[in-house]
């Protein structure tokens, strides 16, 4: 999937998907403080896609606890019922390289307030450990049936900078 420049307009309808306010933001990635979340508080790296699809990762320095979401239009989605959890693998690409580590996880789908998307979040996963797989990997992939249906893929350019402001933004969140 290639990336595109996300520009001002893209990122803002990227942030609508999320409550928070702003914390960080550059021409690729968006940190937002969200809201509290069961009394957790975290924060949210985002980045807008074409085909506006979507990719994020929930943090919580609090936890250390992270999950992985994404949001696609409908039309690529409509498959996936908000009725059921679907499982996903999730495979990090580096180079040549096939990182299937953390294998299948299990995702809530929910549809979008005007009904044109489903976000996918994922059950909760170590934090720290899948930041780094993040900073380190060229893209991540969503998919089912063995590899042999690609759900989402998303380039991971420029995480490291987006991954150090989403770790400063969630231990910023820690009060001691």
Same mark, same amino acid.
Request: net charge negative; aromatic share 12%.
């Given at each position: +999937?290639?990336? *595109?420049?996300? =520009? #001002?307009?893209?990122? #803002? !309808? %990227? !942030?609508?998907?999320? %409550? =928070?306010? &702003?914390?960080?933001?550059?021409? &690729?990635?968006l940190v937002v403080i969200e809201p509290l979340e069961n009394g957790n508080p975290y924060c949210s790296l985002v980045g807008s896609f074409t085909n506006d699809e979507i990719f994020a990762v929930?943090? !919580? =320095?609090?936890?250390?606890? #992270?999950?992985?979401?994404? *949001?696609? $239009? +409908?039309?690529?989605? %409509?498959?996936? !019922? $908000? #009725? *059921?959890?679907h499982t996903l693998a999730v495979s990090f690409v580096l180079g040549d390289t096939l990182d299937k580590g953390w294998g299948d996880r299990t995702f809530d789908v929910t549809t979008g307030d005007d009904g044109t998307t489903r976000m996918f979040t994922s059950s909760f996963l170590e934090g720290e450990v899948l930041l780094n797989d993040i900073v380190q990997a060229d893209n991540i992939a969503f998919t089912m049936h063995e590899g042999q249906r690609i759900v989402a893929a998303f380039e991971l350019k420029g995480t490291a900078t %987006?991954?150090?402001?989403?770790r400063e933004c969630g231990y910023s969140r820690v009060v001691p």
């Open positions: +999937m290639l990336r *595109i420049l996300v =520009g #001002a307009v893209a990122l #803002a !309808s %990227a !942030s609508s998907a999320f %409550a =928070g306010d &702003d914390y960080w933001t550059n021409e &690729d990635w929930h943090f !919580s =320095g609090v936890t250390n606890e #992270a999950a992985l979401a994404f *949001i696609l $239009p +409908m039309n690529e989605a %409509a498959n996936f !019922s $908000p #009725a *059921i959890e %987006a991954i150090e402001k989403l």
